[in-house]
């Protein structure tokens, strides 16, 4: 999505953005003139549309109009962090914030110095900004890894203390209801080529076996986990799930797959799934 942002031409959004604000451009500069342009900021991003005008001002707002009155060579720094603020808040997406940063081009004429990077550069730095902080946002708020449609290790986590929670309530032993198991690639170099694929192809032979209510997660470079119910049957299936492993046919690999047994309290158990992701 940011690439297609940034195929266009970025300074296009100043003068649509200018000709929707009377903010004035070239004004002298008050006797606070950070302060100053911080008004002068905000009334031409809230002319221009923003939302929600009692929620415009941050930390990271002060710093990028910090940075325009008395440059340190900052700049590009505090529109990052500019950018990840705007996406952490809820509701601000890439359009308002992208016509925000035009609000503060048009503001800041006048007052900009010469040191300043074209307005494109300072558009295009805030955008992947958004983009990067956005991204890691999905990324702890879904519980499905998209390259390999296995669940996360968060998710597998929070199953662990359902399944313990409930032995409590029950009097059962964890160990004795649930196993963790194991599966690896094997792959001794870790190569970047090809390393989707053999994600994608470790979490097809993982649910080709276990296609119930297993909870099934990825764990790291070519590994995964999965939590399933310790039956007469679990040590079959293994070795089912061992055998289309080696059906992948990958260079310099070892496929393994394996059980684990769960420890008896919660902690040490989320200790094992760190230690089994590394």
Do not use: K, N
Request: with cysteine; glycine share 6%.
């Amino acid at each position: 999505m940011v690439d297609a942002v940034a195929a266009v031409d970025a300074l296009s959004l100043v003068p649509r953005v200018a000709q929707r604000t009377s903010a004035p451009a070239g004004e002298a500069i008050a006797v606070d003139p950070v302060d100053r342009l911080r008004q002068r900021w905000r009334q031409a991003s809230v002319e221009a549309g923003w939302s929600w005008p009692d929620d415009w001002r941050c930390a990271e707002v002060d710093a990028v109009t910090e940075q325009l009155v008395s440059p340190s060579g900052q700049l590009l720094p505090a529109c990052v962090r500019l950018g990840r603020a705007r996406a952490a808040a809820a509701g601000v997406w890439l359009d308002e914030t992208l016509e925000d940063i035009a609000a503060l081009l048009v503001a800041a004429r006048g007052v900009r110095a010469a040191t300043v990077p074209p307005a494109e550069v300072l558009i295009r730095t805030v955008a992947l900004a958004w983009a990067d902080e956005g991204a890691a946002q999905f990324r702890r708020i879904c519980v499905e890894d998209p390259s390999t449609g296995l669940t996360t290790l968060p998710y597998l986590r929070t199953r662990l203390g359902e399944i313990y929670r409930e032995a409590a309530r029950s009097g059962d032993r964890v160990c004795t209801t649930h196993a963790l198991i194991v599966v690896t690639t094997g792959v001794r170099q870790q190569p970047q080529r090809g390393r989707l694929l053999r994600g994608m192809a470790l979490g097809e032979c993982l649910r080709s076996v276990f296609s119930g209510g297993e909870t099934l997660a990825t764990a790291g470079v070519e590994r995964a986990l999965g939590l399933v119910a310790r039956t007469p049957l679990l040590p079959t299936m293994v070795q089912a799930v061992q055998r289309e492993l080696t059906r992948l046919d990958i260079a310099d690999a070892t496929p393994r797959a394996w059980i684990e047994r769960l420890p008896d309290a919660l902690p040490a158990a989320l200790d094992l799934v760190t230690d089994l992701s590394r």
